[in-house]
């Protein structure tokens, strides 16, 4: 079987939101202060197979995108657009029009996803979780209509979803904090987890500073790739939606290799599984020996792993079992995967990673 890669609306892994829908857990990040380059957003939609685009009203670029996106010929249906409510527009008409304008300057109907770009508001009066909360009741109304298809928070802390529960009525179907290997909030993490809160990461690369570090800069030599995309890949297989930024087609095309399959000295290789085909439909015309070799062991990272038995008539589930992501350092160590005998039969479902030897 096939290894999913990177490239087309279907050839990028998808992590399922509580409503769901499914957001491609690698996207393009956009910034304001020369964080936007026109001839990079059109390379990675024609060449790099990106599909999912975050932006902001803050960063001043939405109506870049707009032109972008029609010069890259890729249709709207096919793309995940990601902006986000500035401060300075919270409170509950203020945000609505601000969706509004946000949607014609990127001339599209809807936003696949709104986010609250900050927890503070510093509105003259009242409170921040009065702001946030009379903001959020928008936020749910604009979902209600269709204008955003999903809705969510950025750089909200525990304390500011546990307020927003007790407010208002709709969960936030996402929320968007910094993540990288020098950032690694997984108190929060786990926290959105029990609630169906999926966790996307912006600066996975910590603004360059993980480029350097010495071990980073070993693990990229181990696996024969680049210390940008071990940061990437990293935060991927920790179960993060990752959304790093770069104004380099070049480096927007390494990024993008983050996803491929990968093997090191050992002969160890590491495989995204395709959606489709390790979907629940489609899992009883799906063998073990599709994946690894007869008699091959496996090491299962993922937040969810059906196990199958092959039987005479087909493959039957026989349990579930959550696996913990486990760190890229860790891969060989498997401190907290699942081993499993491939060779009576597994079968495995859905946007893990796992790895095979004979």
């Not at 491609?24 to 685009?53: E, M």
Request: net charge neutral; hydrophobic share 35%; charged share 25%.
């Amino acid at each position: 079987m096939a290894a999913a890669e990177v490239g087309g609306a279907h050839g990028c892994p998808t992590l399922p939101l509580a409503n769901g829908r499914s957001i491609p857990v690698l996207g393009l990040g956009t910034s304001h202060q020369g964080g936007y380059s026109h001839d990079a957003v059109v390379h990675a939609l024609q060449k790099c197979g990106i599909r999912h685009i975050d932006t902001a009203k803050r960063y001043g670029c939405e109506s870049l995108l707009q032109k972008a996106i029609e010069e890259s010929g890729v249709k709207r249906e096919e793309l995940w657009i990601t902006t986000k409510l500035w401060h300075s527009d919270y409170g509950y008409e203020n945000t609505k029009k601000a969706c509004l304008e946000s949607c014609e300057r990127l001339g599209v109907e809807y936003l696949d996803l709104y986010l609250i770009h900050w927890p503070d508001a510093h509105v003259p009066g009242k409170s921040n979780r009065e702001v946030r909360a009379e903001t959020w009741r928008a936020m749910e109304e604009l979902y209600e209509r269709g204008l955003c298809r999903s809705i969510g928070v950025s750089n909200f802390l525990i304390s500011h979803l546990e307020q927003l529960k007790e407010d208002c009525v709709i969960t936030p179907h996402v929320n968007q904090v910094e993540y990288h290997p020098f950032q690694r909030p997984q108190e929060l993490v786990d926290y959105c987890r029990s609630r169906d809160i999926v966790f996307e990461g912006y600066c996975p690369l910590a603004k360059g500073e993980a480029l350097t570090h010495p071990s980073i800069i070993q693990l990229a030599k181990k696996y024969g790739r680049t210390p940008a995309q071990i940061c990437i890949r990293w935060s991927i297989q920790n179960g993060i939606v990752t959304i790093p930024k770069s104004t380099k087609a070049e480096r927007i095309q390494e990024n993008c290799k983050s996803m491929r399959s990968w093997g090191d000295s050992a002969g160890h290789s590491w495989y995204f599984l395709d959606e489709q085909t390790c979907s629940v439909g489609s899992v009883s015309r799906i063998s073990c020996l599709d994946l690894v070799p007869e008699g091959g062991m496996a090491l299962v990272y993922g937040l969810n792993c059906i196990r199958m038995n092959k039987g005479n008539s087909g493959v039957e589930l026989s349990k579930e079992k959550h696996i913990p992501w486990t760190s890229l350092a860790y891969f060989i160590e498997v401190q907290a995967a699942l081993t499993l005998d491939l060779a009576v039969g597994e079968v495995l479902r859905k946007e893990f990673l796992f790895c095979w030897w004979g």
